[in-house]
């Protein structure tokens, strides 16, 4: 005989051992959010519509189309029921070793429960995925006969039972069972079917596979008469009529879905190439990087563009920006995000407020470059802001601006990290195409549409992995590899084939006739390798230390810093690798940058020495400094240009007035008043040698620059004021933090003390008691007088027996509780609390009745 299967979704929670509860509160850990006081309650956080559909939009495809096929099946089904629906009358031996993985995360994750005969959806489950007219299940069934006739009258009812050849019945319930037990016997219905059309036969064949209703007149032809009559169509409304879903699983040979998708699609590789390429070309891609960044930042160095008053960039200042980085704006505004997700650029929150870098810059530009890059690495890895929707609208049809708000998806640290996952599952070296990664994450996230922002997400993670670095020709990188936490891949086969070698391996699992056990543990049903198997999110501290592991391989392959340059006749000067910081700050403000690429060029220019000679440099420091950095004598033309600049720099004075010029050579202000290009100076002459203006010395500064001389500011004593490139720097900002997608997952001291603590609540909630009259019938917790209350308690400190109380707490919260008293004294009581699972003080006033456990407990 054979065991009774559990009654409700709360016996059956209360035959899981610990580990099937803390897996369970692993893929579901808002049942957790904040932690139920027992079993039942359990049970109904996890039939909730919200917590449902949540835990249905994590599924599989192949365990959601099994889900789905519970729901058009009988409730309860058994698994003979549920395996015919997914293999049909054929049979698949592949989907029927895949089922019993899918049954096992569907039971693991509480959406079915009970035994292999009598196999229950959650309820909400099935009214989310049961096919009804405003929402069509992805089955493309619709409603059974008993459903669909159950507004039909029972006249009309024995004229349909009668017309398909069926003996008359006394009630509408006996003919409707007639009428499925026809359709759903396979040689009857087909014999039923012979009778009809070919016409009639192909309105059936357009409703099979869904959508199932369709549209007749009120006179229908005569096709579709002979299937009224007879059942195969039945109405619904006036004009609607719908295939039944007994027809339509006889049509379909007893299949649910068209297309059964048991094994998640293979990664197509689109190349190989030698691990060594990858990582070198990543670590070309990463140096890059920190270029970008620094470059970034330094063209904002006194202070950035303005923030918009809803918050970010304006199109205007992003175009800026892609123009200085030499990129596109997308890319620009990838670089300006992720700066800010790492905690190096943010608002300075000042009355006039722009754009800046952060104090942490500073700490970040004196790290070493690997250890720089590890820290961009992580940030864009666990960010959830997400800069490809830069450009695009919002909810309410407002443009989204680059760093500014709107822009966190919180599926957008899984997504990466999935991406990165599948990626680090391939031998070395091997790159796949992005169709194949996107059709395996559809595959894995099939019920989440969102517009498709999986699939944007993973085509943007493809993009900013290689651009950051972490990948190199489309393959992750040894350093991509270690950030990930992943242990090393195997090397890529001698001989490559079109195809990955897993999806053609046949799992070992329990064919169509095995019994699943009621706690089925779900295994995976295609091999993974040792990376796929051991790369889940890593924690803070594990990624950190991940991290360090990624700079320590990317170090290495990084060009070591230069201490000189090549100076040529031309007025250039050409770096042939990377400059060590201090030679990089000083050429930066001596020369502009005219290219960038494995070499850079600097180009000397009179601005660009007078900027260097405001920065409170002299032409000897200049000549001094080249000469110790360059590997090529100075360039006479170059000495020339130094001392010309230094010649004329300073004989001009600006001071405020608002600002006024000084000069002792009269003829040199003479020429500037005649010169058309000062008339929006508006300069007047207050001496022989001083030129007055209303302007301020800033612009006046600029306007006299523009026109080819070389002014000095002066301060209000008459000595020259040195204009020292100083950064704008922010207060101290900390790095948005991500957006979580809903709870997180729970690590083992809180699941270990959340399943405790439900133990202990649910052993007080079920624990057999005594009836007693004080008892409230709405609550049923014990009322008891105080005297009546403390002698119980007395009696049970002499007899060791535990007391079923009720409590209410400071709050006001009422709640159960089974304790065993200890001590009673001073209007307390100190017990053993079997809910907390520890030795509590209880004051007694707070304890509004006490009742006995029955003996059985």
């Not at 299967?5 to 509160?25: I, K, V, Y």
């Not at 190349?271 to 990582?279: C, F, L, N």
């Not at 204009?723 to 900002?733: C, E, F, G, M, Q």
């Not at 997180?744 to 009259?773: M, N």
């Amino acid at each position: 005989m054979s065991t009774p299967g559990p009654r409700s979704l709360a016996e059956a929670l209360r035959l899981r051992d610990d580990p099937s509860l803390a897996q369970l509160f692993r893929a579901r850990p808002d049942l957790i959010t904040p932690v139920p006081t027992d079993l039942t309650q359990l049970a109904t956080r996890a039939g909730t519509r919200a917590s449902v559909v949540r835990a249905l939009e994590r599924l599989d495809r192949f365990a959601l189309q099994t889900a789905q096929a519970l729901a058009v099946a009988a409730d309860p089904a058994s698994y003979g029921e549920l395996l015919g629906l997914m293999t049909g009358d054929q049979g698949d031996p592949t989907v029927s070793a895949a089922l019993p993985r899918a049954l096992g995360t569907l039971r693991e994750q509480a959406l079915v429960w009970g035994t292999d005969d009598t196999l229950r959806l959650v309820r909400t489950a099935r009214e989310l995925l049961a096919p009804s007219p405003q929402h069509p299940s992805p089955t493309g069934l619709g409603p059974t006969v008993r459903e669909a006739t159950a507004g039909m009258s029972p006249g009309r009812i024995q004229e349909i039972v009668t017309t398909a050849g069926l003996p008359s019945t006394h009630d509408t319930v006996s003919a409707v069972a007639a009428l499925t037990g026809l359709f759903t016997h396979r040689k009857r219905m087909a014999a039923l079917l012979a009778q009809g059309s070919p016409e009639s036969r192909d309105v059936l064949d357009r409703l099979v596979w869904g959508p199932p209703y369709g549209q007749v007149t009120a006179d229908p032809a005569p096709r579709l008469r002979w299937l009224l009559d007879r059942g195969l169509l039945l109405p619904t409304a006036p004009g609607t009529v719908v295939l039944p879903r007994e027809v339509a699983l006889h049509l379909r040979a007893g299949l649910a879905h068209r297309a059964t998708e048991p094994l998640p699609p293979s990664l197509e590789p689109a190349a190989t190439h030698r691990p060594q390429v990858v990582d070198t070309t990543a670590a070309g891609q990463a140096y890059t990087a920190l270029a970008t960044v620094e470059e970034l930042l330094k063209d904002w160095d006194e202070g950035g563009p303005a923030v918009l008053r809803a918050g970010g960039l304006s199109v205007r200042d992003l175009k800026r920006t892609a123009v200085a980085l030499d990129v596109s704006e997308p890319i620009a505004a990838f670089w300006a995000e992720l700066a800010y997700a790492a905690g190096l650029l943010a608002s300075d929150g000042e009355a006039d407020e722009r754009y800046a870098a952060t104090p942490a810059y500073d700490e970040w530009l004196e790290q070493p470059a690997a250890q720089r890059w590890a820290r961009l690495a992580e940030a864009w890895l666990t960010a959830t802001r997400t800069a490809g929707l830069v450009g695009g609208r919002d909810a309410k049809d407002r443009t989204l601006s680059a760093l500014g708000p709107g822009l966190d998806r919180s599926a957008a640290p899984e997504v990466r990290h999935r991406v990165l996952s599948l990626l680090a599952g391939l031998p070395e070296g091997t790159s796949p195409s992005a169709d194949s990664v996107l059709a395996r994450l559809q595959w894995e996230r099939p019920q989440r549409r969102e517009d498709d922002l999986r699939a944007r997400l993973a085509r943007w993670t493809l993009s900013e992995a290689e651009m950051l670095g972490v990948t190199g020709r489309g393959a992750l990188s040894a350093q991509g590899r270690a950030l990930l936490g992943a242990p090393a891949a195997a090397p890529a086969p001698a001989r490559e084939s079109s195809k990955s070698s897993r999806s053609a391996e046949s799992p070992e699992s329990s064919g169509p006739g095995d019994k699943l056990p009621v706690h089925h543990v779900p295994v995976a049903l295609e091999p993974l390798s040792p990376a796929e198997q051991a790369l889940e999110p890593l924690s803070p501290a594990e990624q950190a230390v991940a991290s360090a592991a990624a700079a320590r391989l990317l170090a290495p392959l990084l060009p070591e810093p230069l201490d000189h340059v090549l100076l040529q006749a031309d007025l250039t000067a050409v770096a042939p690798g990377p400059l060590e910081r201090p030679l990089a700050d000083v050429l930066g403000v001596l020369a502009d940058v005219e290219s960038k690429g494995g070499a850079t060029v600097y180009r000397f220019t009179p601005a660009s020495v007078r900027r260097a000679l405001d920065a409170g440099r002299a032409a000897s420091d200049l000549h001094a400094f080249l000469a110790a950095h360059s590997r090529t004598p100075v360039p006479q033309p170059l000495a020339y240009l130094i001392d010309d600049v230094a010649r004329r720099h300073g004989h001009l004075r600006v001071g405020a007035a608002s600002a006024y010029v000084r000069c002792d050579d009269d003829a040199l202000l003479n020429e500037i008043m005649a010169d058309k290009r000062a008339a929006a100076l508006r300069l007047r002459r207050l001496a022989p040698t001083v030129l007055a203006t209303q302007a301020d010395p800033a612009t006046l500064l600029e306007g006299l620059r523009a026109m080819g001389f070389a002014p000095a500011a002066e301060s209000a004593e008459g000595d020259v004021l040195i204009t020292r490139a100083d950064a704008h720097r922010t207060p101290p900002r900390t790095a948005p933090e991500p957006v979580p997608d809903g709870p997180p997952t729970p690590d083992a001291t809180l699941l270990a003390a959340a399943i405790r603590a439900i133990r202990a609540g649910d052993l007080a909630s079920t624990a057999p008691r005594k009836q007693t009259p004080s008892a409230s019938p709405s609550t049923d917790l014990p009322r008891t007088g105080p005297a009546e209350t403390l002698a119980t308690m007395q009696a049970a400190v002499l007899t060791g027996e535990a007391l079923w109380i009720g409590y209410v707490n400071a709050e006001g919260a009422a709640s159960q509780r089974v304790i065993a008293p200890i001590r009673v004294e001073g209007g307390f009581v100190t017990a053993y609390d079997h809910t907390a699972d520890e030795v509590r003080t209880y004051p007694l006033h707070r304890v509004t009745g006490v009742a006995e456990l029955a003996d059985e407990a």
